[in-house]
């Protein structure tokens, strides 16, 4: 049923903006959340009381006072549940379970081949029931489950479109809900990866930022002046798939010479297998002999890094961010990564745009994605009726 602006209404806000501040600035007194938001003390104290009914917050003590009565300090209760965010990616699913504040309690990562739609949702299916084993007692157990895939998906949770999983039309979010009864948020995984950034890593203090994931393939998280870019239809960030090369490479997604078939996991392990003469290869080996100082695989990382900085050039001409982070499976060899791609960005980036810009490789490593996928849960979770207003 459509709500309308009754007092019932008036009250679910201002519930809302309460917890906000309890979220957001706890310790703090029930005084103190009046005088911020202009709501009178008797208002707060009774949405204050509702909160502390429902668990979300606690009462922790007395604090100073500035003269008078000593006021009761409240606390945000991040342990009154638990968000799962998961990273699918292209062979592998990486699993965490967070606190309500996005601190991680259980981490869980399993390979799967991704030979068959239906066995990726087995794996992915069982991933779950592993998490949610490991949570631990609280009030609301699991509020929510973010997954971030490497593709397309849109506001209803379906899959459109994933090229190097090579699915297509896939009711990701209906599946897993019907299966858990848990509420589920799909987005692509570099949005968040973008998200985790910001929330919890090197783009907490910046407004414009652009997270870029460079794993089997490539993909953007682009956040301008504080809010995740989803452009018009909300499908922007496919970076991975424009042109670095008119004729080059013919790609899955069925264009030719883009980004990722240059720069990422994919095109990495491509040369390797020919300039070391083996059938397969991998990230763990890779790292492992440039870390002996095989000059031939630093050079393979260096190469790797010159394609990165052409695509990057891109960015930073036409978004003008203060900042990019480079995250994903590939960030890990950025000491090698780095140097041509900066080499690749001062010869060919307009110096304008690149005259304050920051290049940061991932402080959360391969738990930028996860994260953002909690945090997508969490925020699903607190927006819901069931949550801000009862």
Not at 111 to 120: G, I
Not at 195 to 204: H, I, L, P, S, T
Not at 286 to 310: C, D, P, Q, W, Y
Not at 372 to 385: D, E, N, V, Y
Request: aromatic share 6%; with cysteine; glycine share 12%.
């Amino acid at each position: 049923m459509k709500q309308t602006g009754d007092l019932n209404l008036v009250k679910k806000i201002n519930k809302s903006i309460v917890l906000h501040y309890i979220r957001n600035y706890s310790p703090i007194s029930r005084a103190r959340i009046a005088e911020q938001t202009g709501l009178t003390k008797a208002t707060v104290s009774s949405l204050v009381n509702e909160l502390l009914e429902s668990s979300l917050a606690n009462e922790i003590g007395t604090g100073e006072s500035s003269g008078g009565r000593k006021p009761m300090m409240l606390l945000f209760n991040r342990t009154a549940g638990y968000a799962l965010g998961i990273d699918l990616g292209v062979n592998y699913i990486r699993a965490v379970l967070t606190d309500l504040e996005g601190t991680i309690v259980e981490q869980y990562k399993v390979q799967h081949d991704n030979t068959v739609l239906e066995l990726a949702l087995v794996e992915l299916k069982a991933c779950i029931r592993e998490m949610i084993r490991r949570v631990p007692q609280s009030v609301y157990g699991i509020v929510g489950i973010g997954i971030g895939i490497p593709g397309i998906s849109n506001g209803q949770g379906d899959v459109l479109f994933a090229p190097n999983l090579g699915w297509t039309d896939v009711p990701l979010q209906r599946i897993i809900e019907e299966e858990f009864g848990i509420a589920v948020v799909i987005d692509n995984e570099a949005n968040a990866g973008a998200v985790g950034e910001k929330e919890f890593g090197a783009g907490r203090d910046a407004a414009d930022l652009v997270y870029i994931s460079v794993g089997i393939g490539i993909g953007a998280g682009i956040i301008i002046k504080g809010e995740l870019f989803r452009g018009s239809s909300g499908f922007s960030g496919e970076i991975g798939h424009m042109s670095i090369q008119h004729d080059g490479k013919p790609c899955r997604c069925g264009n030719a010479g883009c980004w990722e078939m240059y720069a990422s996991e994919n095109a990495l392990y491509e040369a390797a297998r020919h300039v070391l003469n083996t059938p397969s290869i991998d990230m763990e080996t890779l790292l492992s002999l440039a870390e002996k100082g095989e000059s031939s695989v630093i050079k393979l990382f260096e190469r790797v890094g010159h394609f990165l900085g052409v695509g990057v050039v891109n960015i930073i001409n036409g978004f003008n961010p203060e900042l990019i982070i480079i995250g994903g499976r590939l960030a890990e060899a950025g000491q090698w990564l780095r140097p041509t791609m900066l080499q690749s960005l001062e010869g060919r980036s307009l110096p304008y745009p690149r005259e304050r810009l920051q290049i940061e490789f991932s402080q959360l490593g391969s738990r930028s994605a996860v994260l953002g996928a909690c945090s997508f849960a969490i925020s699903k979770f607190f927006a819901s009726t069931k949550v801000s207003v009862e």
